[in-house]
């Protein structure tokens, strides 16, 4: 409703109650005008307000008008409902007195049907104004607003009663009677009113306007009802029919309710109207309501020589329940003072019995209290804690942190405020501790703080050692790689944004050369022994400029700042050679030389921390590869190796789409009969006319992954030649060597399966040759792939055994068909009788498991006669056939499938 409309209505109604109060000065031949109009007008009223009422309750519900009020607790829809149906029992109850009057007189000593209807509508005003303003919380509380409502009506009563009707009670003599059916409305109404007036100033603020207006509406229907009890034990109407136009006045303001406070934004909280009002207000009605009888009443007494039976009734019950309220209120204070009590008695305790320290503080630091053990903890005596503020034994740069707790005093919020400060003990040390303060209050005591405090000195201290031991190395107890990878981003991020670029930033990195060797034979103890002497002499060649580091194992990194030449670094760097070769280490009761290889790499303007040290231990790799006791500086020619790498990797993509790959096949022969069993695939590279050998590219293909189509092309190539050959009646095997990469592919086994049925090659006849160190990248995943090969019925070698990777137990866990001996060991068969030791447990182990033993690398002939007389099975070298193409494996085996040995 807009605001004209709004005044457009209001000016209307004012202009019908002032013509219906007109009325009353115009007299007919019973009465007034508005005394014979009677109930019908405001009966019109109370019925169209209800219409408003409920048609603005489904408005509200649809629109979602009070929205703000149903966040504070309270339901608009449901008032205006409630506060409707009301109105229409109002209506209900005019018309039906209506009706009774034009059939005849009504009585006033009994209640009629209309009446009831009257009566019914308080119910539902209150329910309709407690969703407006909801009752307090608690049966308590509720028991507490009932029982002072009960005393504020009964003291309003014996009010009115002495005002209005006592008068009437000495009039009607033995008729009295008649006053308990005429004074039903003016009782309700002031019950009712008693019990919602206290409501109001506890109402939420987003709907403090529509409480007001509903109260106002019910405090003029109430006058209104008061007006015609008065009229009803007179006679005649009181002046002229008043009443109607008053109670025309109530439906009138109730009606146009929803639409004065809709879209209107609640009143702003004030201190004394706030929600906590709700906990005195009931009594501050009772006790004004008490007040005001109690004058009244004596004025009364003064003037009147006597006083009716109700008005002791009235008085002595109202009495009655106060005494039951004084009651109630001192059983809560006594109920207060014992948890009071108890509360102090478990604070205590708790702090006896608790290992923090607990302290209650006067507003400037001073001690009220303390916990038993407090003193101690700190080592002083409790005289000396109690004599001085707490704030003495504060770190003077941990004071200002304690400014926070001044705002405890003014903030009531109840939360409190955690530090972390210093405290010195009696010793002198200082104490890390962690302590929380909130405000400590007692009722006729100053506020005071509450203070728990934990020493956690033993915790930091841990985590300072954790710290420590993240960012240092156990063995030297120097900064380790974390640490000076870190260092070396900030110090590269603060020269970014430095005023003086022109310094540079520089990282050495120390190999000791030989290290190994001191760890293979005087153990892991003594080598550590070594690199703790070894930093002790390089920290003794730096300055603070410089952050020494080690990397990891044998290596040593200095970071240096503020360099303003490069030589210095390089001079530096030599330094720190000469003074690890200068004098020998004492390992045990041994002097060992070492030597250091060195790398220099110096931090270019744009490059970071992880570029830096990369460089540093390229240099430092390129001067090992020179011999040791070299200093190699970084140079971008260094980074070629990496390039090149890259480029090798493109080229042999390129080379594999191109079909520049071809296959050799090296003979296996039977050491018996010197029959060619099977042969060995292996992969040639014809790049622009000259064949590269896979000791080239092999370890490229794997970095890439091209290792894996690069195989895959192998097996395909190898198998579908070997199938050919079968064919001719040739029975010969076939051999492939698989990568790692290979065997953890997803699609190996399906791709092995699809070349088998492709080709035609049976599976026993293929072979597949995995290094030892398969089993040790990924033994799990290994094991599995390899066994879906055996189930596919493909055969499995173990290829260069004797390395030392594999254990018998992965020989067991995969079931391998054959195991071919390293050529390093074959080498050395008749020169070192310790591998030829190995070499023959080797094949007496396979003979053992049932495996076939295959010698690789077979060159010299004594080599031949050594391995047939230990038993080996087959073999295959220079000797026996060097590798060659296929069309040269058919011309050697000449059709007999043998060659001389």
């Known amino acids: ?94 018309v039906t007195h209506g009706i009774t009057r034009l059939f005849g007189s009504s009585s006033v000593l009994s209640l009629t049907l209309g009446d009831l209807f009257a009566l019914a509508a308080l119910p539902l005003f209150v329910v309709g104004f407690t969703r407006f303003a909801p009752w307090p919380g608690g049966l308590r509380t509720a028991l507490r607003h009932i029982t002072d409502s009960y005393v504020c009506a009964a003291a309003i009563f014996s009010v009115v009663w002495l005002l209005l009707f006592a008068p009437q009670y000495r009039e009607l003599g033995e008729g009295a009677g008649v006053l308990g059916f005429a004074l039903v409305y003016p009782v309700a109404d002031i019950v009712v009113l008693c019990l919602l007036i206290p409501l109001v100033f506890m109402s939420p603020h987003s709907t403090r306007r529509a409480v007001l207006l509903a109260i106002s509406a019910l405090i003029v229907i109430a006058g209104a009802d008061l007006i015609g009890a008065v009229g009803r034990l007179t006679g005649p109407p009181v002046a002229g029919g008043i009443e109607y136009p008053v109670k025309f006045l109530g439906f009138a303001l109730l009606g146009a309710l929803p639409w004065l406070v809709e879209h209107r934004p609640g009143s702003v909280p004030r201190r004394i109207t706030g929600r906590g009002l709700y906990r005195f207000a009931p009594e501050l009605a009772a006790v004004g309501a008490l007040a005001l009888a109690s004058v009244v009443l004596t004025v009364a007494a003064l003037r009147l020589p006597g006083v009716a039976p109700v008005l002791p009734l009235a008085a002595g019950t109202a009495v009655l329940v106060l005494l039951l309220r004084v009651m109630g209120m001192l059983e809560e204070n006594a109920t207060l003072a014992r948890m009071v009590l108890n509360r102090e008695g478990h604070f205590h305790e708790l702090a006896r019995n608790s290992g923090d320290v607990i302290l209650i503080l006067d507003r400037d630091g001073g001690v009220y209290y303390v916990s038993p053990g407090t003193a101690e903890a700190f080592g002083y005596r409790l005289d000396d804690v109690l004599a001085a503020p707490v704030t003495a ?48 209050e007692q009722p006729g005591e100053p506020d005071r703080l509450l203070v728990t405090t934990r020493d956690i000195s033993a915790q930091v201290a841990l985590q300072d050692e954790v710290e420590h031991l993240t960012f240092h190395d156990g063995v030297t107890g120097l900064p380790n790689r974390a640490y000076l990878e870190e260092r070396a981003s900030d110090v590269l991020a603060h020269r970014a944004i430095s005023d003086d670029p022109d310094t540079d930033i520089a990282c050495v990195f120390l190999d000791l050369d030989g290290f190994t060797a001191v760890n293979d034979s005087a153990g892991h103890v003594r080598g550590d022994h070594l690199l703790g002497q070894a930093a002790r002499r390089l920290r003794g060649e730096l300055d603070s400029s410089a952050t020494l580091a080690r990397w990891g194992g044998d290596e040593f990194a200095v970071l240096v700042e503020g360099v303003t030449r490069a030589q210095r670094v390089v001079d530096l760097a030599e330094r720190l050679g000469r003074v690890i070769a200068s004098e020998p280490f004492q390992v045990a009761d041994r002097d060992i030389l070492l030597t250091a290889s060195i790398g220099v790499a110096f931090a270019e303007p744009a490059s970071d921390s992880g570029e830096l040290l990369r ?32 480029e090798l990797q493109i080229r042999l993509r390129q080379a594999l789409a ?6 050799e096949y090296q003979p296996i022969v039977d050491l018996d009969s010197s029959q060619v069993t099977a042969v060995e695939a292996l992969v040639r590279w014809d790049r622009d006319g000259e064949v590269v050998g896979p000791d080239d590219f092999i370890g490229a293909a794997e970095e890439s992954g091209l290792i894996v189509p690069l195989g895959e092309w192998i097996l395909r190539e190898a198998c579908q030649k070997v199938a050919v050959w079968r064919v001719s009646d040739w029975d010969i095997g076939l051999s492939v060597n698989l990568s790692v990469k290979q065997v953890l592919s997803d699609r190996f086994v399906s791709t092995v399966e699809r070349v088998l049925s492709e080709s035609g090659l049976p599976a026993e006849v293929l072979t597949l040759e995995v290094d030892e160190e398969v089993l040790l990248d990924d ?27 594999a254990s018998l137990a992965h020989l067991r866990e995969l079931s391998v068909d054959a195991i071919k001996i390293d050529p390093l060991f074959t080498a050395d068969l008749g020169r070192d009788d310790t591998v030829t030791l190995l070499t023959h447990t080797i094949i007496q182990l396979g003979r053992d498991l049932g495996v076939q033993v295959v010698a690789e690398g077979i060159e010299r002939s004594e080599q031949l006669e050594q391995l047939r007389t230990m038993g080996c099975d087959r073999g295959q070298g220079f000797l026996v056939a060097r590798p060659m193409p296929a069309s040269g494996v058919e011309s050697l085996v000449g059709g007999e499938s043998g060659v001389n040995l």
Not at 617 to 643: I, L, N, P, Q
């Open 779 to 805: 033994v799990g995943e290994a094991v599995l792939r390899l066994g879906e090969l055996r189930a596919l019925g493909v055969l499995l070698a173990i290829d260069d055994y004797g390395m030392g990777y």
């Open 393 to 440: 034994l504060i770190h003077p740069e941990d004071l200002a942190r304690t400014k926070a707790v001044e705002d405890l005093f003014g903030d009531r919020s109840g939360q409190g405020v955690h530090l972390r400060l210093r405290v010195r003990a009696a010793d002198g040390t200082w104490r890390h501790t962690e302590s929380t303060v909130s405000l400590y």
């Open 658 to 663: 191109a079909g520049e790959f071809f296959l």
């Open 615 to 646: 460089n540093a231990d390229v240099a430092m790799t390129r001067a090992k590869e020179r011999g040791a006791g070299h200093v190699e500086v970084y140079a971008a020619h260094m980074h070629d190796t990496v390039v090149s790498r890259l």
């Open 1 to 94: 409703m807009g605001i004209r409309a709004r005044r457009l209505w209001t000016a209307a109604l004012g202009a019908l109650f002032l013509l219906y109060v007109a009325g009353t000065f115009v007299p007919t031949a019973r009465s007034t005008v508005t005394a014979v109009m009677a109930e019908w007008p405001t009966s019109l009223a109370a019925g169209l307000a209800g219409a408003s009422l409920l048609f603005a309750s489904r408005r509200w519900a649809a629109t979602g008008a009070d929205h703000d009020a149903q966040a504070d607790g309270a339901d608009g829809p449901a008032a205006l409902r409630n506060l409707g149906l009301a109105s229409l029992a109002w209506a209900a109850g005019g």
